[in-house]
């Protein structure tokens, strides 16, 4: 089952879970499960203007060899469960990491 929030609630939503500092939001790939950050990107050699277009959306895997896998959300296949609404498109996106660990207010 696939859940579309809106790009304000999807914010609020990951500042209450990890805080402000988008670099820490934590994700799930939905294939290998892998939890990545922003950081994690940097680190595995992504450029900072490049980050955001792949984070929640391709495994870190696409980038070293060493953690996740080689998943996309932009491929054929459609297993992810999550879609962020933005003012005039959908973006899949994958799910937060829910652990005990997250912040809470």
């Known amino acids: 089952m696939r859940t579309t ?3 304000l609630d999807w914010l609020e939503k ?22 990545q950050t922003a950081k994690d ?4 050699g992504v450029k900072k203007e490049d980050v955001d277009g792949f984070l929640g959306f391709s495994c870190i895997g696409r980038f070293t060899k060493d953690k996740g896998c080689n998943w996309t959300l ?3 296949f459609t297993i ?3 879609e962020v609404q933005f003012e005039d498109s959908k973006r ?10 997250s912040v809470k207010p």
């Open 92 to 101: 899949p996106i994958f799910e937060f990491d829910e652990c005990e660990q």
């Open 14 to 35: 990951g500042k209450r879970l990890f805080g402000d500092d988008v670099l820490q939001w934590r994700f799930v790939c939905p294939k290998c499960k892998t939890i």
């Open 80 to 82: 992810h469960t999550l």
């Open 74 to 76: 932009g491929g054929l």
């Open 41 to 44: 990107l940097l680190d595995a």
């Open 5 to 7: 929030i809106s790009h």
